[in-house]
């Protein structure tokens, strides 16, 4: 997959290990919560080697709270340019029915801390999500959630975007990372626009980035969720593995 040069930082588990998401430059590596984060031959976007992330419980059963997330996510926090585009590729083995929400990935934004060496240290708090959701047709669709009480859920489009079942897909979202109208998130499933909102983000520079495996109560209950090929980028790299569409 050539990714040209406006790549900002990637990472295609190709070390065989977690390593890239914690180097050059930046802060990262495994979120734990609740289950397991492994670099595995099972699966791959490209070359040999994917992230699988198992939730392996709810998160209820061990910790007693009813609203607490099982699951697991592997995150990267650096202070990547006020516009930039995040992708990552997924693979969903089956369908499961979501009885709670299931979130694949967070953009966080920093509450405190200090900026050095290209990374953050310090709390981060809630922001947006991009959820999976089963559908009554057994068909899984992609919810965007946004914390803030005044935004929330965003509408589904119409017809809900699909989510492949058995194959890799590839989300990618512009973030414009600013706190003021101008503030904007695109987001697209295989390359086609599902969702586009426009509101403000957060002005600080820090960006928390984390795929991830977060649901409370799943059927089946373990949770299989597997993500490779993940970059960040000035320009969009599309499903077709480039910086540039082709001609």
Partial sequence: MYLGSDLIWTADQE???????????????VSPVNASVE??????H?????????????ATA??????????????????FPTEAYYSAWYYLPQYYQTITSWAILKFKSPLSGSVGDGGIIGEF??????????????????????????????????????????QWFQI???YRNIGDPT??????LNGVQIYDVTRPMYSRPGVYFMPCNL?????????TLYVDDVAVSWTRIGPWGLLTVPE
Avoid: C
Avoid at 15 to 21: A, I
Avoid at 39 to 44: G, Y
Avoid at 65 to 72: I, K, L, V
């Fill in 125 to 166: 708090s809630e922001l947006i999500d991009l959820r999976l959701e089963s559908q009554p047709s057994q068909t899984m669709t992609v919810v965007l959630f946004d914390h803030r009480p005044q935004y929330l859920r965003s509408p589904l489009p119409d017809p809900p975007p699909i989510v492949p079942i058995g």
């Fill in 15 to 29: 070390t065989g290990d977690l390593s890239q998401w914690s180097a050059p430059n930046g802060i990262g590596g």
């Fill in 183 to 188: 503030g904007h998130l695109t987001v697209w």
């Fill in 62 to 79: 061990l910790t007693g709270d009813p609203n607490a997330p099982g699951g697991e996510g592997v995150y990267r926090e650096q202070e």
């Fill in 39 to 44: 670099v595995t031959t099972e699966q791959a």
């Fill in 46 to 58: 490209t070359g040999l080697y994917s992230i699988k992330l198992t939730n392996v419980t709810s």
């Fill in 215 to 223: 649901a409370n109560v799943l059927s089946p209950a373990t949770g």
């Fill in 172 to 174: 990618e979202a512009f």
